[in-house]
């Protein structure tokens, strides 16, 4: 989990100090090492897996589990082994993790790029497994679980040896402060999160309605859903926007949005504003970007009247905006005399110049609903609007969806207020197990690409791997971890999240800068900046991703100081963002200490703290020759654990597999990162691989003209592939595809990097809110249309494309025929399949409660499923999960020292009484 340093943290009131020390130095740490590595090219694919494990105590007598905080002692029992075993070419590495009774394995060497490497994720995960396994007393178990049941449900009793409630670093009503792992680092995390944040952190989780829940006793009776929405809709729990609802409805009560599918979510997400430039004075054509507030850029291609463009109010520089290309605008001249920003509706279609500076060859459609039947008034974009439409364009503030209203016009809120599951300290978030995946790119470009793209990927996954439908105790009415955990580490002040504070000068942005998210949450920002070396030196200077459509607070000064360096505007806007935070855990003696032209410690301090769905990770320092060299990385963080190896050995495999599905056919998943945020909240709702849908992009493979959300015919690669696969035709012509007169099949720079691939941020193509459309888990695995081929079949196509071994293909086919069944919904997630355990168990009451032998009767049958002891079809099919002991765990050395006797003795006389020895000894023979 992290940076983890042996040293004495700094209390915060001491840390506070250094705050604005160790943000600076972070960001001259970055450029530092950016400029050392930059030019590192010709990587090969290397990868790695993450399992969390937790070690669980049994009381066997009374059916009983609690935690076991043996997690420090049993990690290095497992790494003095693993030095013992130092030969073995396979091997685990363990490291602590936020819990006592937790533990992280990863392979001790990482996965190469060669498809037979892919056979040994789950023999190394079979393997991390019986290992452990050897060091648990007989009355413990370590089930690949997401969550502990129980976790905050039995007060003091609830570990072994038992930990008090409470404590200075969480002040918990429900956790004591022992079952944070001993590393100074975790417990410092903890109380520092809640100290900056001016309170205890707020987690309030909707609770599941069964048909004795006893919060949901006053509430209007359900149907058979057994939940809280018509059977037609998802429940939409929006975590981290519950401010407002708690200083209403309090904290055992929690806001949520029913979404009938398919529909718009809507409100809880906020997207950038879209102006019209309306500059009102004599000879006055328009407005000069500006590279920062007062400084001009004379670009040729500056914004006319009548042009709308893109972005966010500066909250720390009140009257400019920050465009999306990362541009400013000033709203009016510096007296106030003169408007030259008007804000307008959101459905109006922004003015792209970027992507008519670089020649897209496809129009850029206009929504048909906004065009008028005159042609008299003024030009908005080329069109021209009459003044009644104009008017309706502009507004005064942001474009909100309206509340659902009585018929005597009162709100209905009371509507969407559920009965929820509070925790209160980081220990519920952080002590969930998940799986996480991260490789190497070749350079630097394909590990920002592939940054952008597994961010879209990153709420699919967690949805088909749900796995956490029990917090502390009760059932939920979600099945993923990532909300909990956002709202567990959400250190913002009070004035971050948008409410009334006073300024603290030590704190980043004062602690008044509006930030959206937690430090915990899905990107705000796509950081690939694409085409930018086959343009005039003036798009250099912009940030050409077209769907970063959200606010993205950044640290201005930050980001002046990253440009200055030669940082290219898209990552340096990256980084600027990161720096919006406060390190979290300063140790004495490593403030000013630390060479910022050598060494990292002060980036990763902030780095390693912002927990997002992706994370792009630069090469390390080299402190000496011996280290191995790293290259650039991109980590995969949104799945959930899996109860067997199996599972999580698939999802592994599947994700390597699609990142080079990816970058060898060219496909492009961009779409707007509001629609990822969306995503997002409905992946987190219950039974959403089976039921939800989700906003994926329509066209992964190069248009050849129009698209279809306009009444203009398409054509695709995959749309010809299957015209002349149902015709019977040659498919030799394929090789020519074209969009319009430009070829983009086999067009590339000298890195093999395609133009294709280059252009994908800048929109080209279509706008980008017709670039995607909602689709079903099956849609997204197994294709939809002559369109969409979904990715289940792009990946085996790849595997054909790559000749794959005979052996490799086998496993790796089992891996997609699973996956395959699991979003099709022949298979349930472990979440649903938890959920339905509980709600079967003979003892459980139809009130949402866990109980302590429901939990103990489940994590058993979790381990066994775990340890291929016991097979549920519901969850695995015709899958089998070959058993799984401490038998071969380590290598068994051919020893040459003597026996005793006594021992000897007991193995002969084991020996002799077999029936093939005994046979074959005859008692008269005399041994000459």
């Known amino acids: 989990m992290g940076l ?46 993450e399992i969390e494990y937790g070690i669980f105590h049994l009381d066997k007598e009374k059916k009983e589990i609690r935690l076991s905080l043996r997690a ?281 110049t970027e992507k008519r500076k670089l020649g897209s060859s496809t129009p850029l459609f206009r929504s048909q609903q906004l065009k008028p039947p005159e042609t008299n008034g003024q030009q908005i974009n080329g069109e021209e609007y009459p003044a009644a439409s104009l008017a309706a364009l502009l507004e005064n503030k942001l474009t909100l969806p309206p509340a659902a209203k009585t018929k005597n016009g009162v709100v209905k809120q009371k509507q969407n207020v559920r009965p929820a599951i509070h925790m209160d ?44 439908p029990i917090l502390k105790g009760r059932l939920a009415d979600t099945d993923c971890r990532w909300g909990i955990i956002s709202e567990s580490v959400d250190d913002r002040t009070p004035g971050e999240r948008g409410l009334e504070d006073k300024e603290d000068p030590a704190v980043a942005g004062k602690g008044k800068r509006r930030i959206y998210k937690s430090r915990y949450d899905c990107i705000s920002a796509y950081i690939y900046q694409g085409v930018d070396q086959y343009d005039s030196k003036n798009m250099k200077n912009r940030v050409l991703n077209m769907y970063n459509d959200i606010p993205l607070p950044i640290d201005e000064e930050s980001y002046r100081e990253l440009r200055d360096a030669g940082v290219d505007p898209a990552l340096s806007q990256h980084i600027a963002h990161l720096f919006i935070r406060d390190p979290l855990v300063i140790f004495d003696g490593a403030v000013e200490e630390v060479d910022n032209e050598t060494q990292t410690e002060h980036f990763e301090s902030i780095q390693s703290t912002n927990w997002q769905t992706v994370r792009w990770k630069p090469p390390p320092p080299r402190n000496n020759p011996n280290d191995p060299h790293i290259g650039w990385r991109t980590e995969f963080r949104s799945m959930e654990m899996q109860i067997t190896d199996f599972e999580n050995a698939a999802f592994s495999v599947f994700i390597v597999l699609l990142t080079r599905v990816i970058l060898s056919f060219d496909l492009n998943l961009y ?43 398409y054509t695709s690669m995959f749309a010809r592939v299957v015209a002349k696969t149902q015709s019977h035709s040659d498919l030799s012509d394929l090789n020519s595809i074209s969009t319009n007169s430009t070829s983009v099949s086999d067009e590339a720079n000298s890195d093999e990097v395609s133009c294709q691939r280059k252009r994908a941020p ?27 081929p979904g990715l289940i079949p792009l990946v085996r196509a ?43 168990h003979p003892s459980y009451k139809g009130d949402s409660v866990v109980s302590h032998e429901i939990a103990y009767d489940l994590m058993m049958a979790c381990k066994d499923i775990g340890e291929g002891k016991r097979h549920e079809p519901e969850l695995l099919g015709d899958f089998i999960i070959d058993p799984i002991s401490t038998k071969g765990a380590y290598d068994v050395k051919l020893e040459g020292k003597r026996i005793k006797n006594d021992h000897l003795f007991e193995l002969l006389s084991r020996y002799t009484q077999r029936e093939s020895f005994s046979g074959n000894f005859q008692t008269d023979e005399i041994i000459m």
């Open 762 to 788: 800048v929109a080209a193509g279509c706008d980008e809110e017709n670039s995607f459309e909602e689709m079903t888990m099956k849609e997204i695995m197994t294709g939809k249309g002559d369109y969409f």
């Open 4 to 49: 983890l340093k042996v040293g004495v943290p700094q209390p915060w009131d001491k840390s506070k100090k250094n705050l604005r020390y160790v943000r600076k130095a972070g960001v001259k740490q970055f450029i530092s090492q950016y400029h050392r590595v930059k030019d590192f090219k010709g990587d090969e694919l290397l990868w790695g897996d």
């Open 671 to 713: 779409i707007p990162l509001s629609r990822v945020d969306a995503n997002m909240q409905r992946a987190h709702s219950r039974n959403a691989a089976a039921k939800g849908k989700f906003f994926f992009r329509r066209h992964m493979a190069p248009l050849e003209e129009g698209d279809n959300g306009y009444g203009v015919k």
């Open 425 to 468: 300290a980081m220990a519920f978030g952080m002590g969930c197990c998940c799986l996480q995946v991260t490789f190497q790119a070749k350079d630097v470009d394909e590990s920002r690409f592939m940054y952008d793209q597994l961010a879209v990927v990153a709420p699919i996954m967690m949805a088909l791997t749900a796995s956490t």
């Open 72 to 352: 420090k002692e049993v990690m290095e029992k497992l790494n003095d082994k693993e030095k013992a075993h130092m030969h073995h070419v396979e091997g685990c590495n363990w490291v602590p993790e936020y819990g006592s009774w937790m533990i992280e394995a990863t392979p001790k060497r990482p996965y190469s790029g060669y498809a037979i490497d892919l056979l040994r994720v789950e023999r190394n995960m079979r393997l991390r497994r019986r290992r452990l396994l050897t060091e648990l007393n007989e009355n413990e178990i370590a089930p690949t679980v997401a969550t502990f049941p129980l976790l905050g449900a039995l007060g003091d009793d609830g570990t072994v040896p038992e930990s008090k409630v409470g404590g200075p670093k969480t002040e918990s009503e429900y956790i004591g402060d022992d079952i944070i792992n001993p590393h100074p680092r975790f417990g410092t995390l903890t109380q520092n999160i809640r100290k900056r944040r001016g309170e205890k952190v707020n987690i309030r989780v909707p609770l599941f309605r069964d048909v004795n829940t006893p919060e949901f006793a006053s509430y209007p009776p359900i149907g058979s859903s057994g939940g809280s929405c018509p059977s037609n809709s998802l429940q939409v729990w929006r975590y981290g926007k519950g401010d407002e609802s708690m200083a209403q409805y309090g904290r055992e009560n929690v806001v949520v949005g029913c979404s009938s599918v398919p529909s718009e979510d809507g409100d809880g997400l906020v997207t950038l504003q879209k102006w019209l430039v309306d500059v009102r004075c004599e000879g006055c054509r328009g407005l000069y970007y500006r590279s920062e507030p007062g400084v001009i850029v004379p670009d040729a291609d500056w914004p006319r009247n009548g042009d709308v463009v893109v972005g966010s109010e500066i909250q720390d520089i009140p009257g400019w905006i920050r465009l999306q290309n990362g541009y400013y605008l000033p709203i009016m001249s510096d007296d106030g005399g003169i408007t030259f920003l008007r804000k307008v509706s959101t459905s109006i279609h922004s003015s792209n």
């Open 798 to 840: 790849y595997l054909d494309y790559i000749n794959c071994d005979d052996v490799a293909y086998a496993k790796i086919s089992k891996y997609l025929d699973f996956i395959e069944q699991r979003s099709i919904g022949a298979l349930v997630t472990p979440a649903t399949w938890l959920r339905n355990f509980v709600r079967d």
